[in-house]
């Protein structure tokens, strides 16, 4: 549930990331799990999983991830 998809407004690029507490964690998927291979410290960033979305904050700013439905 705190996976999260991202796509760059200016170039189109595509990222997936964790979001954990304090960091934002960078990998691939691989066998039905999303492995982090590197882990970027991010100070304030707070995460809190809510009932079908991820609630996450960063000093005065906040979104609200709804979930998505995961690929079969």
Not at 10 to 26: A, H, I, S
Request: aromatic content about 6%; hydrophobic content about 35%; overall charge positive.
């Amino acid at each position: 549930m705190d996976l999260v998809s991202w796509t760059c407004p200016r170039c189109g690029n595509r990222d997936d990331l964790r979001v954990l507490p304090g960091e934002l964690g960078f990998g691939y998927p691989h066998q039905g799990r999303y492995d982090v291979l590197a882990r970027v410290r991010v100070p304030g960033l707070r995460r809190q999983r809510g009932d079908m979305r991820l609630d996450i904050s960063l000093g005065r700013v906040s979104w609200r991830v709804p979930a998505g439905r995961r690929p079969a």
